[in-house]
């Protein structure tokens, strides 16, 4: 009796490809034909798409009712006021129609737009119009997001005062605008830079008034979005001529008056609005110590 030879490993593999060789051979090659048509449907499942988040941003069907010429602000309306949002102020520092004056829609649409990355199937060309070619279009926009970034950076770090802060971001006075973006070099729109008043400098103390000399009342150096409203609270302390209001004081001011700052009034602090628009917190001590910034004690002279 012969004895069967071992097979090897994976001799049922093996026998099964004797067999059925066609099964683990190479996938027959595509016709061009079907080549090209698989590459035609994967293109308009990708416009579409991009068309679909394109048409999520709210300023891209006013973009389009205008036919993309974006840079034309009602100057007269505008003007009119004397603070508006910090990012208004720089859309119209490069001409541009604060409606659109939303870093994310400016990068993610309105560039791509006059920079020839538009989606066919929904956009027409960019149109060359007596405001702005695309490829000046495309500048001033790109423009827009970095002066915005170094403005953003300037209230952070008090060289651009802050008038009032709030969920829709920081507010800011035309003529301090102005004053910074001249001390950038940036060039600006005539109907911004000569329509702005002469900026008057914040005093360095504010006076208390007879009867009441043991405090005084500063200015915030640097606004991070808390500051103001705890300077509002000391003012109105400091008016009626009331004693310096302690950390606890001014959360209970809080408490009643809700500014707008102020996203909510804890037991031991409270949460705000900062500079970004993002939420921060601040407890006693936080609130103590800007008091302390924007406050100065007078000692009462000793006798003998």
């Not at 099964?23 to 308009?44: M, N, T, V």
């Not at 679909?52 to 009119?80: C, G, H, K, Y």
């Not at 200015?219 to 109105?236: C, E, M, N, S, Y």
């Amino acid at each position: 009796m012969t004895e069967e030879k071992a097979k090897p490993p994976g001799s049922l593999l093996t026998d099964a490809t004797a067999v059925h060789p066609r099964w683990y051979g190479p996938s027959p090659p595509a016709f061009p034909a079907q080549l090209r048509a698989e590459e035609e449907e994967r293109d308009i499942w990708r416009r579409l798409e991009k068309s679909r988040r394109i048409n999520e941003w709210e300023q891209t069907p006013q973009a389009r009712a205008l036919e993309w010429r974006l840079f034309s602000p009602d100057w007269t309306f505008l003007v009119s006021h004397d603070s508006l949002s910090l990012r208004s102020l720089v859309a119209l520092s490069v001409g541009l129609h604060p409606y659109f004056a939303s870093e994310a829609w400016v990068f993610n649409v309105a560039l791509p737009h006059f920079k020839s990355e538009r989606v066919p199937d929904v956009d027409p060309p960019a149109l060359v119009h007596d405001q702005a070619t695309p490829s000046d279009a495309a500048c001033r926009l790109d423009t827009f997001i970095r002066r915005l970034s170094v403005a953003l950076s300037g209230c952070s770090a008090g060289t651009l005062r802050v008038c009032d802060n709030g969920p829709a971001g920081p507010k800011v006075q035309r003529a301090e605008f102005v004053r910074f973006a001249e001390g950038k070099r940036w060039s600006l729109p005539a109907e911004l830079a000569a329509s702005s008043p002469a900026v008057e400098p914040a005093p360095a103390s504010e006076p208390i008034g007879a009867g009441n000399a043991s405090w005084t009342l500063k200015q915030p150096q640097r606004d991070d979005g808390l500051a103001t409203p705890i300077h509002r609270v000391l003012k109105a302390a400091h008016v009626a001529m009331a004693p310096r209001p302690t950390a606890r004081e001014v959360l209970e001011a809080f408490r009643t008056t809700k500014p707008t700052e102020i996203v909510r009034v804890l037991a031991d602090g409270c949460d705000f609005f900062d500079n970004k628009g993002g939420e921060a917190s601040a407890n006693l001590e936080g609130i103590r110590k800007r008091i302390g910034e924007m406050t100065t004690v007078k000692r009462r002279p000793s006798a003998g």
